[in-house]
């Protein structure tokens, strides 16, 4: 089992920046996709940006050009650099490892996530 604790989340002026962790610990060695979701009060928890074991990055529409998902294995620590944000992008940010499969777009399903870490709040004012 793989334990995720998120850090970085703080209130910006639209514009902004800023980024978020998410340091990784125990069976860090499983094939996981590595994902942010986010959820908005009142909305759907959504995918926002993916990493997967070979390095291939995917990310939301809503966030392409803007957020970047990076990791450093040595350090064994996922990041979010999120720049030019918007209000529509306060949210409860959540990093999570997702099983590994062959199924196109396994990454954004929540339902076969192993292991979520409690969160970040990420506020974004006009």
């Known amino acids: 089992q793989v334990q995720l604790v998120e850090s970085g989340g703080g209130s910006v002026q639209s514009g902004g920046s800023l980024r978020l962790s998410c340091a990784a610990s125990g069976h860090t060695n499983s094939r996981y996709c590595l994902t942010w979701f986010r959820q908005a009060p009142g909305k759907e928890r959504e995918g926002v940006a993916a990493i997967e074991p070979d390095g291939t990055t995917n990310y939301a529409d809503s966030v392409k050009g803007r957020f970047t998902i990076s990791q450093d294995n040595g350090k064994n620590t996922l990041y979010l650099q999120l720049n030019s944000l918007k209000p529509e992008d306060t949210a409860m940010y959540y990093c999570?490892?997702?099983?590994?499969?062959?199924?196109?777009?396994?990454?954004?399903?929540?339902?076969?996530?192993?292991?979520w870490g409690h969160g970040t709040l990420v506020t974004v004012s006009s």
């Open positions: 999570a490892a997702v099983s590994f499969s062959w199924v196109r777009g396994y990454c954004w399903d929540q339902m076969h996530t192993d292991a």
